[in-house]
Every structure is written in structure tokens, then in C-alpha cells.
């Protein structure tokens, strides 16, 4: 969404930069969520 936005604004490094980083929080949140399906619950 917020890459979207900067692109519409023209902002090309920006919005290629926070894509780099929504992919790598998006990752962490897939390999978090495997950890908590694979844990027991508490």
C-alpha cells in the first residue's frame, strides 16, 4: 500500500526501498507465524 502511494507520487527509490522492506517484514511474519503454529500452546 504505502510503495503504491510513493509511486503514485513519483517516487521511485522510496517506494522500491519500502517494498524491499515489506517483503522482509512480510518474510519475518511468515517465518514467525510457522513458529507459533509449530509451537505448543502456552
Do not use: F, H, W
Not at 1 to 9: H, Q, R, S, Y
Not at 14 to 30: E, H
Amino acid at each position: 500500500m504505502v510503495a503504491e502511494l510513493t509511486i503514485d507520487n513519483g517516487i521511485v527509490k522510496p517506494s522500491s526501498y519500502l517494498c524491499s522492506i515489506a517483503k522482509g517484514i512480510i518474510a519475518i511474519r511468515r517465518d514467525l507465524s510457522e513458529i507459533i503454529i509449530q509451537a505448543p500452546v502456552l
